[in-house]
T-cell receptor, first 112, second 115 residues
């Protein structure tokens, strides 16, 4: 069963533009929502994360927006750069475990 | 080592053979996870070890898959009688604790190709 659904599957953005990736979850027991960034040939690395008690978290050019009632969260990359080209995964976990349930991933290409 | 180390980085095996994939977690991390990443797919949870607790094996796709973690450190994922659909990148991750919200650090993965 797919508990975390991610869209779009791929995204092309011009340099300087805004990249937006969306995720939806089903299980209301989830209480931690991280985003991971993965470059080719590398393992995923934590980019930014949020808990459901806040609606937004910003770190530099990266922002998570969280809508608890809609069970949705999204990643916004402002002023997208070619170096941001990577695969992005959203994920979720429940309070009693560190086990992460991942979305299907979004391949982002930022064109110069 | 500074990070999670996996070996081998690449493995080609014949259908029907058994393979063992190794993961060395970050020292001091009590939680260890195995995930599988198939081409164009997300990260599929396989198994999770937390301290001395019984492992969460709920993600193992069949009884051909097994894993162990010795001495609370190194882990080995074993796939018996490999099939072509087992071809994927197998990723290991570790975290300081097994609690939600603790950052998971991933290794670079083992790319398994079954021919």
């Amino acid at each position: 069963q797919q508990q975390v659904k991610q869209s779009p599957q791929s995204l092309i953005v011009q340099k300087g533009g805004i990249s937006i990736i969306n995720c939806a979850y089903e299980n209301t027991a989830f209480d931690y929502f991280p985003w991971y960034q993965q470059f080719p040939g590398k393992g995923p690395a934590l980019l930014i994360a949020i808990r459901p008690d806040v609606s937004e978290k910003k770190e530099g050019r990266f922002t998570i927006s969280f809508n608890k009632s809609a069970k949705q969260f999204s990643l916004h990359i402002m002023d997208s750069q070619p170096g941001d080209s990577a695969t992005y995964f959203c994920a979720a976990s429940k309070s009693n475990t560190g086990k992460l349930i991942f979305g299907q991933g979004t391949t982002l290409q930022v064109k110069p | 080592g500074a990070g999670v180390s996996q070996s081998p980085s690449n493995k080609v095996t014949e259908k029907g053979k058994d393979v063992e994939l190794r993961c060395d977690p970050i020292s001091g991390h009590t939680a260890l996870y195995w995930y599988r990443q198939s081409l164009g797919q997300g990260l599929e949870f396989l198994i999770y070890f937390q301290g001395n607790s019984a492992p969460d094996k709920s993600g193992l796709p069949s009884d051909r898959f097994s894993a162990e973690r010795t001495g609370g450190s190194v882990s080995t994922l074993t796939i018996q009688r490999t099939q072509q659909e087992d071809s994927a990148v197998y990723l290991c991750a570790s975290s300081f604790s097994g609690l939600s919200g603790t950052e998971a650090f991933f290794g670079q993965g083992t790319r398994l190709t079954v021919v």
